[in-house]
């Protein structure tokens, strides 16, 4: 049964901590999706990668968050120095980019990482 | 840039008929989706639709595409308890950037 998985479920942490989060997407999924969710905001998309290389990151807050693909099995987003204010749920999401009938595009998320920073 | 808008709650009797709303400004998007989010869970797709077709059908769900107003609708008919939820819509275009709204938090009543 493939799906995206993501570490750590939950993360408590101290302001000026560095977090880092994985995510493993589905093998032969060529697109990633890094997601933040909260109440205020909705879902804000920060970065996405097509075949490991990034495609938009204008979302990310670029002096402390970092998007990575060191391979085509793990995704990373980092954040140093974290603060109260990225306490949220943060998603990956993988898909395979559209090219010709039969693919629907569609996006598979992963649980998320619940973040706290205190 | 693109922006994608919802209404944030919505709340339904059991058995009622459940419209959900969507605006879109990307004209370029090519696909329009509805993901549907269970707490505590990551989103799940739940339809789609071609930007080249007005209406969708997939057994309780019906999907409306405007697309000079740039509007789409999802309508759930029968609601269940068990359709509560975050109804998410989302788009995307050419370039597979996917955006996604702020979420519908939907509430059916017993």
């Known amino acids: 049964d493939a799906r995206v998985t993501q570490t750590p479920r939950h993360k408590v942490t101290e302001m000026g901590q560095e977090v880092t989060m994985r995510c493993q997407p589905i093998l032969g999924h060529n697109t990633v999706f890094w997601y933040r969710q909260t109440m205020m905001q909705g879902l804000e998309l920060l970065a996405y990668f097509r075949n490991r290389a990034p495609l938009d990151d204008s979302g990310m807050p670029k002096d402390r968050f970092s998007a990575e693909m060191p391979d085509a099995t793990l995704a990373t987003l980092k954040i140093q120095p974290s603060e109260p204010r990225d306490s949220a749920v943060y998603f990956c999401?993988?898909?395979?980019?559209?090219?010709?009938?039969?693919?629907?595009?569609?996006?598979?998320f992963g649980e998320g990482s619940r973040l706290t920073v205190l | 840039g693109e922006d994608v808008e919802q209404s944030l709650f919505l709340s339904v009797r059991e058995g009622d008929s459940s419209v959900i709303n969507c605006t879109y400004t990307d004209s370029s998007s090519t696909y329009l989706y509805w993901y549907k989010q269970e707490p505590g869970a990551g989103l799940q797709l739940l339809t789609y639709i071609f930007s080249n077709m007005d209406m969708k059908q997939d057994q309780r769900l019906t999907v409306l595409l405007n697309k000079k107003d740039k509007h789409l609708s999802l309508r759930i008919a029968d609601t269940q308890t068990g359709d509560s939820a975050i109804y998410f819509c989302?788009?995307?275009?050419?370039?597979?950037?996917?955006?996604f709204g702020t979420g519908t938090r939907l509430k059916v009543l017993a």
């Open positions: 989302a788009e995307s275009s050419g370039t597979y950037k996917y955006i």
């Open positions: 999401a993988s898909g395979l980019a559209r090219s010709g009938q039969g693919n629907t595009g569609e996006l598979f």
